[in-house]
């Protein structure tokens, strides 16, 4: 059973705007922390952008000013925005959770199955 649930991504030109949506079905309570992280082919997976149920955020230096972060604590579910999207942003991208925020602002343990991203100069 999938827990985690990811939509969006997809191709886009650079410039362009993609979004994305995850959400957890899996928990009965509003889970602490949510969020995206990205691995690209050959490297490792990297952080995107986390936001704690307070509404703290973290995010990577290469995303802030371009990437959102936001979510919506009743129906755990977290967005991520990417606008003015560069080649460089080509990865897959997982959603991440920290149902009870021990690991925040690290990683969770729960991982989605991932979604392409594709940023074409």
């Known amino acids: 059973q999938v827990q985690l649930k990811e939509s969006g991504g997809g191709l886009v030109q650079a410039g362009g705007s993609l979004s994305l949506s995850c959400v957890d079905s899996?928990?009965?309570?509003?889970?602490?922390?949510m969020g995206w992280y990205r691995q690209a082919p050959g490297k490792q997976r990297e952080l995107v952008a986390t936001?704690?149920?307070?509404?703290?955020?973290n995010y990577a230096d290469s995303v802030k000013g371009r990437f959102t972060i936001s979510r919506d604590n009743a129906k755990n579910t977290v967005y991520l925005q990417m606008n003015s999207l560069k080649p460089e942003d080509t990865a897959v991208y997982y959603c991440?959770?920290?149902?009870?925020?021990?690991?925040?602002?690290?990683?969770?343990?729960?991982w989605g199955q991932g979604t392409q991203v594709t940023v074409s100069s």
């Open positions: 936001m704690h149920r307070s509404g703290s955020t």
């Open positions: 899996g928990s009965t309570f509003s889970v602490a922390a």
């Open positions: 991440n959770v920290d149902r009870f925020g021990a690991k925040w602002p690290r990683a969770g343990d729960l």
